[in-house]
């Protein structure tokens, strides 16, 4: 390995990246967290927002990119907040009380709240809605 | 050298002044010198549910400001020879007539002389609660069990950390068992999965309470009150004791028991 593996890359790169075996990499920065967000805690940051906690109900992530929570989100989240469609929002178990794409807002329907799925889910545009789907790895495409 | 503990919650009305005289009187009833501090300026009670409210002369304000000395605010309990003492709060004034420094004297100076100086905190995330805050080593947040209530905690204890007062104990306030079994309340269990401290204590909701902070009689003192013997559990544990957790379940009364013994019971 060579000093070059941690150099910042640039697009003639990526082609080169393929050749070596190494998967795209998606150049925006992401700044992690690693505690519980608490009521009235608030993240505002223009790449992507990673949280390893819960984030509690006041609490709020404003992502110019995406977000991800390893947790419970409980608060509000809002991805692609410069006006990107096509940021994610993710959680080991998505319960916010608003969620934001770009300029779409959504929140859990009223008779939600004893029906919360156990699994991650994640929360994205298609269609032009908000959908949330059940987590699944990588790319593939969703049904 | 003692402790200096913060009693506080964010939402007002859950019960701080009620659980700093409940617990301060428990660890004078065992043996500790404990001085009770008030710092809900312009709104004092504590002084009035100790049952003290008429022997004040001196209070907080004017020993920050110099007008007197410590010892000439500090008012004796006289139930408890010289292990209790309240510093009361001024009543004419607000919450800007004392300042951060002037409670890290302050309670620094208290904790060379007691063994435990608790802090009655204002509802709140101000300057009252700055202040209250400014002197204290360890803190107790107390907190009911309903959802406004949990989401002024969790906000509290957010603004604890950050104010390099970690680990938090928590104080769930006037539980009712029966309506968590019907599932009207929230369930111990969920609260601490939010607010993610450890649990102090949890006590029942009591009508003796009512009468207890009216006449100036903490509910401690009275051994037929279970939030009584809730607390006297919470001062033991702060001492350092191991005390279970009461057995809260329900009493169902006659019928109750007539379908346990038939079997017709869950």
Not at chain 1, 54 to 73: C, K, Q, R, S, T
Not at chain 2, 38 to 67: F, H
């Amino acid at each position: 390995m060579t000093d070059k593996t941690f150099a910042s890359e640039k697009e003639e790169d990526g082609i080169q990246r393929k050749e070596q075996g190494r998967p795209p990499v998606d150049e925006i920065q992401t700044i992690l967290i690693k505690k519980t967000m608490r009521s009235g805690q608030s993240i505002r940051y223009q790449g992507n927002v990673v949280v390893m906690g819960d984030v509690n109900p006041g609490a709020e992530i404003i992502a110019g990119g995406n977000i991800v929570v390893m947790g419970f989100l409980r608060g509000v989240a809002h991805a692609g907040a410069s006006g990107t469609e096509d940021k994610i929002v993710t959680a080991f178990r998505l319960r916010p009380t608003q969620l934001r794409i770009a300029n779409h807002i959504t929140r859990a329907p009223d008779e939600q709240s004893e029906a919360y799925p156990e699994y991650p889910e994640l929360a994205r545009i298609k269609n032009g809605v908000v959908v949330i789907e059940r987590y699944v790895p990588g790319d593939k495409p969703k049904i | 050298m003692g402790e200096v503990i913060v009693v506080t919650s964010g939402k007002g009305g859950v019960g701080k002044t009620t659980t700093t005289a409940n617990i301060g009187t428990g660890l004078a009833s065992l043996g500790k010198k404990v001085v009770l501090v008030d710092t809900d300026i312009g709104l004092r009670n504590l002084d009035v549910v100790m049952g003290l409210e008429n022997r004040i002369v001196y209070d907080l304000v004017d020993v920050a400001d110099g007008n007197c000395r410590l010892k000439q605010a500090l008012i004796k309990d006289k139930r408890f020879d010289d292990r209790l003492f309240l510093l009361p709060a001024a009543q004419t004034k607000d919450k800007n007539a004392i300042s951060e420094q002037q409670m890290i004297d302050l309670c620094n100076t208290l904790n060379e002389e007691f063994d435990y100086t608790i802090i009655d905190c204002p509802a709140g995330i101000e300057q009252g609660f700055k202040n209250a805050i400014a002197g204290a080593q360890k803190s107790l947040v107390v907190t009911t069990p309903e959802v406004s209530a949990v989401r002024d905690a969790d906000r509290i204890i957010g603004l604890l950390e950050a104010a390099d007062l970690p680990d938090p104990r928590l104080i769930i306030n006037r539980l009712r068992p029966a309506m968590v079994k019907q599932g009207d309340m929230m369930d111990i269990d969920d609260m601490i999965d939010i607010l993610a401290v450890s649990l102090l204590g949890v006590v029942p909701e009591d009508e003796k309470i009512v009468v207890s902070t009216n006449r100036g009689e903490p509910a401690v003192l009275d051994e037929m009150s279970l939030a009584g013997e809730a607390y006297r559990n919470i001062s033991r544990r702060l001492t350092g004791e191991e005390v279970p957790l009461m057995n809260l379940d329900v009493n169902d009364g006659l019928m109750g028991r007539l379908r346990k013994l038939f079997g017709f019971s869950k």
